[in-house]
Protein backbone atom coordinates (compact mmCIF):
# COMPACT_ATOMS: atom_id res chain seq x y z
CA UNK A 1 0.00 0.00 0.00
CA UNK A 2 2.30 2.62 -1.25
CA UNK A 3 1.71 4.91 -4.51
CA UNK A 4 4.72 6.55 -6.02
CA UNK A 5 3.28 10.67 -7.20
CA UNK A 6 4.86 11.63 -10.59
CA UNK A 7 4.69 15.04 -11.22
CA UNK A 8 5.11 16.73 -14.28
CA UNK A 9 3.16 19.85 -15.35
CA UNK A 10 1.33 20.24 -12.37
CA UNK A 11 4.08 21.30 -9.83
CA UNK A 12 1.69 22.36 -6.63
CA UNK A 13 0.78 20.35 -3.59
CA UNK A 14 -2.68 22.39 -3.27
CA UNK A 15 -5.88 21.16 -5.28
CA UNK A 16 -3.77 18.20 -7.23
CA UNK A 17 -6.02 15.55 -8.28
CA UNK A 18 -3.63 12.43 -8.50
CA UNK A 19 -1.56 14.05 -5.57
CA UNK A 20 -4.99 13.83 -3.33
CA UNK A 21 -6.03 10.40 -4.58
CA UNK A 22 -2.78 8.75 -3.83
CA UNK A 23 -2.84 9.59 -0.44
CA UNK A 24 -6.64 8.75 -0.37
CA UNK A 25 -5.64 5.13 -1.33
CA UNK A 26 -2.39 4.43 0.13
CA UNK A 27 -0.93 4.83 3.62
CA UNK A 28 2.53 5.77 2.01
CA UNK A 29 2.57 8.40 -0.70
CA UNK A 30 6.40 9.04 -2.44
CA UNK A 31 6.65 11.62 -4.57
CA UNK A 32 9.18 12.45 -7.52
CA UNK A 33 10.05 15.05 -10.10
CA UNK A 34 12.19 14.09 -13.54
CA UNK A 35 14.27 16.41 -15.37
CA UNK A 36 13.41 14.23 -18.05
CA UNK A 37 16.55 14.28 -20.97
CA UNK A 38 14.21 13.52 -23.57
CA UNK A 39 12.76 16.63 -23.16
CA UNK A 40 15.92 18.97 -21.74
CA UNK A 41 17.97 17.56 -24.60
CA UNK A 42 15.74 19.27 -27.35
CA UNK A 43 16.33 22.55 -25.91
CA UNK A 44 18.74 24.92 -27.27
CA UNK A 45 19.10 27.62 -25.19
CA UNK A 46 21.30 26.41 -21.36
CA UNK A 47 19.62 29.51 -19.89
CA UNK A 48 15.95 28.46 -20.73
CA UNK A 49 13.55 30.56 -18.40
CA UNK A 50 11.44 27.52 -18.63
CA UNK A 51 14.01 25.08 -17.11
CA UNK A 52 14.36 28.11 -14.17
CA UNK A 53 10.60 28.54 -13.71
CA UNK A 54 10.53 24.32 -13.01
CA UNK A 55 13.31 24.73 -10.86
CA UNK A 56 12.27 27.58 -8.73
CA UNK A 57 9.00 26.11 -8.41
CA UNK A 58 9.94 22.26 -7.56
CA UNK A 59 11.62 24.18 -4.39
CA UNK A 60 8.63 25.77 -3.41
CA UNK A 61 6.79 22.18 -3.97
CA UNK A 62 9.45 20.41 -2.02
CA UNK A 63 9.01 22.93 1.38
CA UNK A 64 5.29 22.54 0.63
CA UNK A 65 5.32 18.66 0.49
CA UNK A 66 7.94 18.97 3.53
CA UNK A 67 5.14 20.56 5.36
CA UNK A 68 2.72 17.93 4.78
CA UNK A 69 5.20 15.02 5.82
CA UNK A 70 6.64 13.91 2.82
CA UNK A 71 9.58 15.28 0.27
CA UNK A 72 10.34 15.27 -3.50
CA UNK A 73 12.96 13.09 -4.85
CA UNK A 74 14.30 14.72 -8.02
CA UNK A 75 16.29 13.26 -10.71
CA UNK A 76 17.62 13.72 -13.86
CA UNK A 77 17.29 11.17 -16.57
CA UNK A 78 15.14 9.33 -19.25
CA UNK A 79 12.01 9.43 -17.17
CA UNK A 80 10.70 6.27 -19.56
CA UNK A 81 13.72 4.25 -17.69
CA UNK A 82 13.58 6.05 -14.35
CA UNK A 83 10.11 5.96 -13.33
CA UNK A 84 9.94 1.76 -13.61
CA UNK A 85 13.32 1.70 -11.72
CA UNK A 86 12.57 4.02 -8.73
CA UNK A 87 9.09 2.63 -8.45
CA UNK A 88 10.71 -0.91 -8.44
CA UNK A 89 13.43 0.62 -6.02
CA UNK A 90 10.94 2.23 -3.46
CA UNK A 91 8.74 -1.25 -4.04
CA UNK A 92 5.03 1.04 -4.56
CA UNK A 93 2.29 -0.71 -5.87
CA UNK A 94 1.50 2.10 -8.25
CA UNK A 95 2.20 4.64 -10.11
CA UNK A 96 0.20 8.16 -10.51
CA UNK A 97 0.66 11.14 -12.59
CA UNK A 98 -2.08 13.57 -14.20
CA UNK A 99 -2.81 12.87 -17.55
CA UNK A 100 -1.39 14.88 -20.18
CA UNK A 101 -2.47 14.78 -23.92
CA UNK A 102 0.37 15.70 -26.01
CA UNK A 103 0.93 12.50 -28.20
CA UNK A 104 4.81 12.46 -27.20
CA UNK A 105 3.32 12.52 -23.36
CA UNK A 106 0.86 9.44 -24.04
CA UNK A 107 3.77 7.56 -25.84
CA UNK A 108 5.90 7.84 -22.78
CA UNK A 109 3.32 7.35 -20.60
CA UNK A 110 2.04 4.17 -22.53
CA UNK A 111 5.68 3.11 -22.41
CA UNK A 112 6.07 3.42 -18.71
CA UNK A 113 2.88 1.95 -18.16
CA UNK A 114 4.08 -1.18 -20.24
CA UNK A 115 7.38 -1.25 -18.16
CA UNK A 116 5.74 -1.20 -14.66
CA UNK A 117 3.85 -3.90 -15.32
CA UNK A 118 6.51 -5.79 -16.21
CA UNK A 119 6.86 -5.36 -12.50
CA UNK A 120 3.67 -5.34 -11.58
CA UNK A 121 3.36 -2.15 -10.85
CA UNK A 122 0.29 -0.25 -12.27
CA UNK A 123 0.10 2.97 -13.57
CA UNK A 124 -2.64 5.18 -13.22
CA UNK A 125 -3.23 8.59 -14.80
CA UNK A 126 -5.63 11.53 -14.21
CA UNK A 127 -7.75 14.31 -15.16
CA UNK A 128 -6.32 17.49 -13.42
CA UNK A 129 -4.89 20.00 -16.34
CA UNK A 130 -7.90 20.13 -17.82
CA UNK A 131 -11.80 20.51 -16.77
CA UNK A 132 -13.32 18.33 -18.94
CA UNK A 133 -10.98 16.06 -21.17
CA UNK A 134 -11.62 13.02 -23.30
CA UNK A 135 -14.71 12.17 -24.49
CA UNK A 136 -16.52 14.10 -21.87
CA UNK A 137 -17.82 17.02 -23.80
CA UNK A 138 -19.10 15.22 -26.86
CA UNK A 139 -21.41 16.08 -29.83
CA UNK A 140 -24.75 13.85 -30.12
CA UNK A 141 -23.64 11.86 -32.62
CA UNK A 142 -20.78 10.70 -30.20
CA UNK A 143 -18.03 12.89 -31.98
CA UNK A 144 -15.96 15.52 -31.21
CA UNK A 145 -17.03 19.22 -31.34
CA UNK A 146 -14.39 20.63 -33.64
CA UNK A 147 -16.20 23.86 -33.78
CA UNK A 148 -15.65 26.14 -30.15
CA UNK A 149 -19.23 27.76 -29.92
CA UNK A 150 -21.15 24.45 -29.76
CA UNK A 151 -18.17 22.72 -27.64
CA UNK A 152 -18.41 26.00 -24.95
CA UNK A 153 -22.20 25.28 -24.70
CA UNK A 154 -21.62 21.62 -24.27
CA UNK A 155 -18.98 22.45 -21.40
CA UNK A 156 -21.48 24.92 -19.69
CA UNK A 157 -24.04 21.92 -20.01
CA UNK A 158 -22.24 19.60 -18.31
CA UNK A 159 -20.79 22.02 -15.96
CA UNK A 160 -21.49 20.38 -12.32
CA UNK A 161 -20.75 22.03 -8.90
CA UNK A 162 -18.34 19.33 -8.21
CA UNK A 163 -16.21 19.54 -10.92
CA UNK A 164 -14.81 22.37 -9.08
CA UNK A 165 -14.70 21.05 -5.56
CA UNK A 166 -10.92 21.04 -4.61
CA UNK A 167 -8.85 17.91 -4.23
CA UNK A 168 -7.32 17.93 -1.07
CA UNK A 169 -4.38 15.74 0.83
CA UNK A 170 -5.29 13.05 3.48
CA UNK A 171 -2.86 13.62 6.63
CA UNK A 172 -0.09 11.77 7.23
CA UNK A 173 0.55 9.64 4.40
CA UNK A 174 3.25 11.71 2.42
CA UNK A 175 6.58 9.94 3.31
CA UNK A 176 10.20 10.62 3.11
CA UNK A 177 12.31 7.65 1.26
CA UNK A 178 15.74 8.00 1.67
CA UNK A 179 16.77 8.67 -1.48
CA UNK A 180 15.06 11.96 -1.50
CA UNK A 181 17.84 14.86 -0.95
CA UNK A 182 16.05 17.88 -1.79
CA UNK A 183 16.14 19.86 -5.39
CA UNK A 184 19.85 19.69 -7.10
CA UNK A 185 21.06 23.22 -8.16
CA UNK A 186 20.18 24.38 -11.89
CA UNK A 187 23.77 23.92 -13.05
CA UNK A 188 23.81 20.10 -11.30
CA UNK A 189 21.31 19.70 -14.40
CA UNK A 190 23.39 21.25 -16.68
CA UNK A 191 20.97 24.59 -17.28
CA UNK A 192 21.61 28.42 -15.33
CA UNK A 193 19.54 30.82 -14.89
CA UNK A 194 18.81 33.32 -17.56
CA UNK A 195 20.30 36.76 -17.55
CA UNK A 196 17.53 38.59 -16.54
CA UNK A 197 15.28 38.05 -13.92
CA UNK A 198 12.39 35.80 -15.14
CA UNK A 199 9.36 38.00 -15.71
CA UNK A 200 7.03 36.17 -14.04
CA UNK A 201 7.25 34.92 -10.12
CA UNK A 202 7.77 31.39 -10.37
CA UNK A 203 5.76 28.54 -8.33
CA UNK A 204 2.50 28.02 -6.36
CA UNK A 205 3.14 31.95 -4.65
CA UNK A 206 3.56 33.37 -8.32
CA UNK A 207 0.50 31.95 -9.17
CA UNK A 208 -1.05 33.04 -6.18
CA UNK A 209 0.08 37.35 -6.67
CA UNK A 210 -0.77 37.45 -10.40
CA UNK A 211 -4.25 35.83 -9.41
CA UNK A 212 -4.62 38.59 -6.82
CA UNK A 213 -3.46 41.14 -9.26
CA UNK A 214 -5.90 40.15 -11.78
CA UNK A 215 -8.82 39.73 -9.83
CA UNK A 216 -9.33 43.57 -9.40
CA UNK A 217 -8.88 43.30 -13.10
CA UNK A 218 -11.58 40.62 -13.95
CA UNK A 219 -14.72 42.74 -14.21
CA UNK A 220 -12.86 44.96 -16.48
CA UNK A 221 -11.44 41.86 -18.35
CA UNK A 222 -14.38 41.86 -21.85
CA UNK A 223 -12.89 45.34 -22.49
CA UNK A 224 -9.25 45.84 -21.43
CA UNK A 225 -8.34 42.58 -22.90
CA UNK A 226 -7.45 43.35 -26.01
CA UNK A 227 -5.36 46.40 -25.25
CA UNK A 228 -1.48 45.12 -24.85
CA UNK A 229 -0.78 48.37 -23.42
CA UNK A 230 -3.15 48.05 -20.37
CA UNK A 231 -1.43 44.78 -19.33
CA UNK A 232 -5.33 43.66 -18.78
CA UNK A 233 -4.94 39.73 -18.79
CA UNK A 234 -4.33 37.43 -15.64
CA UNK A 235 -0.50 36.44 -17.18
CA UNK A 236 -1.52 33.01 -15.87
CA UNK A 237 -0.20 31.35 -19.06
CA UNK A 238 2.56 29.93 -17.35
CA UNK A 239 1.17 28.81 -13.78
CA UNK A 240 -1.54 26.74 -16.38
CA UNK A 241 1.37 25.58 -17.94
CA UNK A 242 3.22 24.13 -15.24
CA UNK A 243 0.61 23.51 -12.95
CA UNK A 244 1.70 25.82 -10.18
CA UNK A 245 -2.23 27.10 -10.19
CA UNK A 246 -5.28 24.96 -10.47
CA UNK A 247 -7.43 24.90 -12.70
CA UNK A 248 -10.66 24.75 -10.77
CA UNK A 249 -9.83 27.20 -8.65
CA UNK A 250 -9.68 29.23 -11.88
CA UNK A 251 -13.01 28.12 -13.59
CA UNK A 252 -14.63 28.49 -9.93
CA UNK A 253 -13.51 32.36 -10.13
CA UNK A 254 -14.50 32.81 -13.49
CA UNK A 255 -18.41 30.93 -13.14
CA UNK A 256 -18.78 32.59 -9.94
CA UNK A 257 -18.53 35.98 -11.77
CA UNK A 258 -19.93 34.57 -14.81
CA UNK A 259 -23.06 33.96 -13.25
CA UNK A 260 -23.07 37.11 -11.03
CA UNK A 261 -23.59 38.66 -15.21
CA UNK A 262 -20.16 40.04 -14.75
CA UNK A 263 -19.32 40.05 -18.22
CA UNK A 264 -15.48 40.64 -17.70
CA UNK A 265 -15.47 36.94 -16.01
CA UNK A 266 -18.05 35.44 -18.10
CA UNK A 267 -15.27 36.09 -21.11
CA UNK A 268 -12.30 34.90 -19.08
CA UNK A 269 -14.52 31.82 -18.70
CA UNK A 270 -14.32 31.41 -22.77
CA UNK A 271 -10.91 31.61 -23.08
CA UNK A 272 -10.07 29.03 -19.75
CA UNK A 273 -12.83 26.58 -21.89
CA UNK A 274 -10.84 27.48 -25.12
CA UNK A 275 -7.81 26.23 -23.26
CA UNK A 276 -10.10 22.55 -22.65
CA UNK A 277 -11.00 22.89 -26.84
CA UNK A 278 -7.53 22.54 -27.60
CA UNK A 279 -6.35 19.83 -25.05
CA UNK A 280 -9.41 17.93 -26.55
CA UNK A 281 -8.53 18.68 -30.27
CA UNK A 282 -4.82 17.78 -29.72
CA UNK A 283 -5.83 14.29 -27.85
CA UNK A 284 -8.59 13.53 -30.64
CA UNK A 285 -6.56 14.60 -33.75
CA UNK A 286 -2.90 14.24 -33.00
CA UNK A 287 -2.13 14.79 -36.81
CA UNK A 288 -2.24 18.64 -36.05
CA UNK A 289 1.34 18.61 -34.42
CA UNK A 290 2.98 18.47 -38.13
CA UNK A 291 -0.24 18.95 -40.38
CA UNK A 292 -3.25 21.23 -40.51
CA UNK A 293 -6.17 20.28 -38.82
CA UNK A 294 -7.87 20.50 -42.74
CA UNK A 295 -5.88 18.43 -44.72
CA UNK A 296 -6.82 20.27 -48.08
CA UNK A 297 -4.61 23.10 -46.21
CA UNK A 298 -1.44 20.52 -46.20
CA UNK A 299 -1.15 21.37 -50.27
CA UNK A 300 -0.45 25.02 -49.56
CA UNK A 301 2.29 26.57 -51.18
CA UNK A 302 4.08 28.50 -48.45
CA UNK A 303 7.12 31.01 -49.86
CA UNK A 304 10.85 29.52 -49.63
CA UNK A 305 14.26 30.69 -50.27
CA UNK A 306 16.43 33.30 -49.54
CA UNK A 307 13.62 35.90 -49.61
CA UNK A 308 11.56 34.05 -47.17
CA UNK A 309 14.35 33.37 -45.18
CA UNK A 310 15.26 36.81 -44.66
CA UNK A 311 11.65 37.70 -43.98
CA UNK A 312 11.38 35.24 -41.20
CA UNK A 313 14.65 36.38 -39.77
CA UNK A 314 13.43 40.26 -39.92
CA UNK A 315 9.87 38.31 -38.31
CA UNK A 316 11.78 37.05 -35.94
CA UNK A 317 14.25 39.79 -34.90
CA UNK A 318 11.52 42.44 -34.92
CA UNK A 319 12.28 44.42 -37.86
CA UNK A 320 9.94 43.89 -40.18
CA UNK A 321 9.22 48.00 -40.47
CA UNK A 322 5.51 47.31 -39.10
CA UNK A 323 6.01 48.91 -35.63
CA UNK A 324 3.08 47.21 -33.77
CA UNK A 325 4.49 43.50 -35.10
CA UNK A 326 8.12 44.64 -34.16
CA UNK A 327 6.57 45.36 -30.80
CA UNK A 328 4.90 42.19 -29.73
CA UNK A 329 7.95 40.14 -31.59
CA UNK A 330 10.90 41.98 -29.28
CA UNK A 331 8.37 41.62 -26.64
CA UNK A 332 8.65 37.91 -26.66
CA UNK A 333 12.42 38.42 -27.25
CA UNK A 334 12.85 40.46 -24.13
CA UNK A 335 9.97 38.83 -22.04
CA UNK A 336 9.10 35.46 -23.01
CA UNK A 337 5.89 36.04 -23.39
CA UNK A 338 3.05 37.91 -25.66
CA UNK A 339 -0.02 39.42 -25.30
CA UNK A 340 -2.99 37.07 -26.86
CA UNK A 341 -4.17 39.85 -29.51
CA UNK A 342 -0.08 40.17 -30.77
CA UNK A 343 0.19 36.38 -30.57
CA UNK A 344 -2.92 36.41 -33.44
CA UNK A 345 -1.12 39.71 -35.20
CA UNK A 346 2.06 38.24 -35.90
CA UNK A 347 0.99 34.81 -36.63
CA UNK A 348 -1.74 36.38 -39.19
CA UNK A 349 1.87 38.78 -40.49
CA UNK A 350 4.14 35.73 -40.61
CA UNK A 351 1.44 33.88 -42.69
CA UNK A 352 -0.90 35.98 -44.65
CA UNK A 353 2.22 38.87 -44.98
CA UNK A 354 5.35 36.80 -45.70
CA UNK A 355 3.34 33.90 -46.82
CA UNK A 356 5.85 31.83 -44.41
CA UNK A 357 4.61 28.11 -43.23
CA UNK A 358 2.78 28.55 -40.18
CA UNK A 359 4.97 25.42 -38.91
CA UNK A 360 7.84 27.60 -39.15
CA UNK A 361 6.13 30.68 -36.41
CA UNK A 362 4.88 27.85 -34.47
CA UNK A 363 8.48 26.27 -33.71
CA UNK A 364 9.72 29.83 -33.01
CA UNK A 365 7.01 30.73 -30.54
CA UNK A 366 7.86 26.89 -28.96
CA UNK A 367 11.56 27.88 -28.57
CA UNK A 368 10.48 31.07 -27.06
CA UNK A 369 7.39 31.22 -24.76
CA UNK A 370 7.58 30.60 -21.27
CA UNK A 371 4.25 29.30 -21.96
CA UNK A 372 4.70 27.20 -24.73
CA UNK A 373 1.94 24.26 -24.63
CA UNK A 374 1.85 22.40 -27.66
CA UNK A 375 -2.09 22.71 -27.99
CA UNK A 376 -2.85 25.71 -27.26
CA UNK A 377 0.09 27.23 -29.60
CA UNK A 378 -0.77 24.52 -32.26
CA UNK A 379 -4.48 25.97 -31.95
CA UNK A 380 -3.32 29.18 -32.09
CA UNK A 381 -0.97 29.11 -35.03
CA UNK A 382 -3.73 26.91 -37.28
CA UNK A 383 -6.41 29.37 -35.81
CA UNK A 384 -4.27 32.21 -37.55
CA UNK A 385 -3.27 30.46 -40.61
CA UNK A 386 -6.84 29.32 -41.51
CA UNK A 387 -5.91 25.50 -41.37
CA UNK A 388 -7.55 24.82 -38.33
CA UNK A 389 -10.45 23.71 -36.79
CA UNK A 390 -12.87 26.91 -36.53
CA UNK A 391 -10.43 29.13 -37.65
CA UNK A 392 -10.33 32.50 -38.87
CA UNK A 393 -11.79 32.43 -42.64
CA UNK A 394 -8.25 33.02 -44.67
CA UNK A 395 -9.37 35.59 -46.90
CA UNK A 396 -9.57 37.64 -43.39
CA UNK A 397 -6.47 39.07 -43.16
CA UNK A 398 -5.25 41.29 -40.65
CA UNK A 399 -4.09 44.51 -41.66
CA UNK A 400 -1.25 45.45 -39.42
CA UNK A 401 -1.49 49.03 -39.75
CA UNK A 402 -4.98 49.27 -39.09
CA UNK A 403 -4.60 46.92 -36.12
CA UNK A 404 -2.15 49.30 -34.44
CA UNK A 405 -4.27 52.05 -34.91
CA UNK A 406 -7.13 50.22 -33.05
CA UNK A 407 -5.51 48.17 -30.31
CA UNK A 408 -2.33 50.65 -29.86
CA UNK A 409 -3.89 53.84 -30.85
CA UNK A 410 -1.58 55.83 -28.80
CA UNK A 411 1.53 54.11 -29.55
CA UNK A 412 2.43 53.55 -25.79
CA UNK A 413 2.90 49.42 -26.38
CA UNK A 414 5.22 50.40 -29.47
CA UNK A 415 7.07 53.02 -27.85
CA UNK A 416 7.57 50.10 -24.70
CA UNK A 417 9.44 47.94 -27.59
CA UNK A 418 10.87 50.02 -29.78
CA UNK A 419 11.90 53.25 -28.19
CA UNK A 420 13.48 54.55 -31.65
CA UNK A 421 9.85 55.46 -32.61
CA UNK A 422 9.31 57.54 -29.17
CA UNK A 423 9.38 60.55 -30.68
CA UNK A 424 7.02 59.77 -33.81
CA UNK A 425 3.46 61.58 -33.57
CA UNK A 426 1.18 58.81 -32.53
CA UNK A 427 -1.01 59.28 -35.82
CA UNK A 428 2.46 58.03 -37.78
CA UNK A 429 3.79 55.85 -35.35
CA UNK A 430 1.92 52.77 -36.57
CA UNK A 431 3.22 53.24 -40.44
CA UNK A 432 6.22 55.79 -39.61
CA UNK A 433 6.88 55.89 -43.59
CA UNK A 434 3.82 57.58 -44.68
CA UNK A 435 5.29 60.83 -42.89
CA UNK A 436 8.03 60.88 -45.53
CA UNK A 437 11.94 61.06 -44.78
CA UNK A 438 12.04 64.74 -43.96
CA UNK A 439 9.68 65.14 -41.33
CA UNK A 440 10.74 61.81 -39.89
CA UNK A 441 13.96 63.02 -39.72
CA UNK A 442 12.88 66.33 -37.44
CA UNK A 443 12.22 63.23 -34.80
CA UNK A 444 15.51 61.80 -35.29
CA UNK A 445 14.31 58.73 -36.99
CA UNK A 446 15.87 57.89 -40.78
CA UNK A 447 14.22 55.14 -41.81
CA UNK A 448 16.20 52.02 -42.90
CA UNK A 449 19.27 53.23 -40.72
CA UNK A 450 17.56 53.70 -37.55
CA UNK A 451 14.29 51.26 -38.36
CA UNK A 452 13.41 49.45 -40.89
CA UNK A 453 11.35 50.20 -43.87
CA UNK A 454 8.18 48.12 -44.33
CA UNK A 455 9.25 44.92 -45.62
CA UNK A 456 5.85 44.06 -47.66
CA UNK A 457 3.47 45.95 -49.14
CA UNK A 458 0.71 45.08 -47.73
CA UNK A 459 -2.35 45.54 -50.21
CA UNK A 460 0.05 43.21 -52.32
CA UNK A 461 1.03 40.61 -49.92
CA UNK A 462 -2.67 40.37 -49.58
CA UNK A 463 -3.48 39.38 -52.56
CA UNK A 464 -0.96 36.92 -53.28
CA UNK A 465 -2.21 35.46 -50.09
CA UNK A 466 -6.03 35.05 -51.68
CA UNK A 467 -4.38 33.24 -54.73
CA UNK A 468 -2.46 30.95 -52.81
CA UNK A 469 -5.48 29.87 -50.46
CA UNK A 470 -7.63 30.15 -53.82
CA UNK A 471 -5.39 27.60 -55.02
CA UNK A 472 -6.21 24.70 -52.92
CA UNK A 473 -9.92 25.50 -52.40
CA UNK A 474 -10.32 25.45 -56.26
CA UNK A 475 -7.90 22.14 -55.92
CA UNK A 476 -5.37 23.77 -58.34
P1 LIG B 1 -5.81 35.40 -20.15
O1 LIG B 1 -6.46 36.27 -21.15
O2 LIG B 1 -5.78 35.85 -18.74
O3 LIG B 1 -6.53 33.97 -20.25
C1 LIG B 1 -6.52 33.04 -19.17
C2 LIG B 1 -6.01 31.70 -19.61
O4 LIG B 1 -6.88 31.15 -20.59
C3 LIG B 1 -4.65 31.72 -20.26
O5 LIG B 1 -3.61 31.75 -19.31
C4 LIG B 1 -4.67 30.44 -21.09
O6 LIG B 1 -4.37 29.32 -20.30
C5 LIG B 1 -6.14 30.35 -21.50
N1 LIG B 1 -6.29 30.89 -22.85
C6 LIG B 1 -6.53 32.17 -23.19
N2 LIG B 1 -6.67 32.28 -24.53
C7 LIG B 1 -6.49 31.05 -25.03
C8 LIG B 1 -6.51 30.51 -26.34
N3 LIG B 1 -6.75 31.27 -27.42
N4 LIG B 1 -6.24 29.20 -26.49
C9 LIG B 1 -6.02 28.40 -25.43
N5 LIG B 1 -6.00 28.86 -24.17
C10 LIG B 1 -6.23 30.16 -23.96
N6 LIG B 1 -1.45 30.00 -24.92
C11 LIG B 1 -0.66 29.23 -24.16
O7 LIG B 1 -0.97 29.01 -22.98
N7 LIG B 1 0.49 28.69 -24.67
C12 LIG B 1 0.87 28.89 -25.97
O8 LIG B 1 1.90 28.35 -26.40
C13 LIG B 1 0.06 29.72 -26.79
N8 LIG B 1 0.41 30.02 -28.06
C14 LIG B 1 -0.41 30.80 -28.84
C15 LIG B 1 -0.05 31.06 -30.18
C16 LIG B 1 -0.88 31.83 -30.99
C17 LIG B 1 -0.48 32.09 -32.43
C18 LIG B 1 -2.07 32.37 -30.47
C19 LIG B 1 -2.97 33.21 -31.33
C20 LIG B 1 -2.43 32.12 -29.15
C21 LIG B 1 -1.62 31.34 -28.31
N9 LIG B 1 -1.96 31.08 -26.96
C22 LIG B 1 -1.14 30.28 -26.21
C23 LIG B 1 -3.24 31.56 -26.39
C24 LIG B 1 -3.18 32.92 -25.67
O9 LIG B 1 -2.56 33.88 -26.47
C25 LIG B 1 -2.47 32.86 -24.31
O10 LIG B 1 -3.00 31.80 -23.55
C26 LIG B 1 -2.66 34.15 -23.51
O11 LIG B 1 -2.17 35.24 -24.24
C27 LIG B 1 -1.95 34.02 -22.19
O12 LIG B 1 -2.03 35.21 -21.46
P2 LIG B 1 -2.89 35.30 -20.13
O13 LIG B 1 -2.56 34.20 -19.21
O14 LIG B 1 -2.74 36.70 -19.62
O15 LIG B 1 -4.35 35.07 -20.72
Not at 65 to 88: E, N
Request: aromatic fraction near 10%; glycine fraction near 8%.
Amino acid sequence: DSILMWFRRDLRDDDNAALAEATRRARRVYCVFIFDRDILDALVDPADARVAFIHASLIELEAGLRQHGGALIVRTARAVDAIPALAAELGVDAVFANRDYEPAAKQRDAAVETALAAHRIGFEGFKDQALRDGAEVLAQSGRPLTVFTPYRNAWLRRFADDDIVPFSIQPGRLAVPPCAQGVPPLASIGFRPPADALPFQPGMSGAQAALTRFESLLGGYATARDFPALDATSGLSPHLRFGTMSIRRLVALAIGGARAGRDGAAKWLDELIWRDFYFMILDHFPHVVDGAFRREFDALKWESGATADRDFAAWCEGATGFPLVDAAMRQLRLTGWMHNRLRMLTASFLTKDLGIDWRRGEAYFAERLLDFDLAANNGGWQWSASTGCDAQPYFRIFNPVTQSERFDAEGSFIRRFVPELAAVPDRFIHAPWTLGELALAAHGLRLGVDYPRPCVDHAEARRRTLARYAAVKNGS
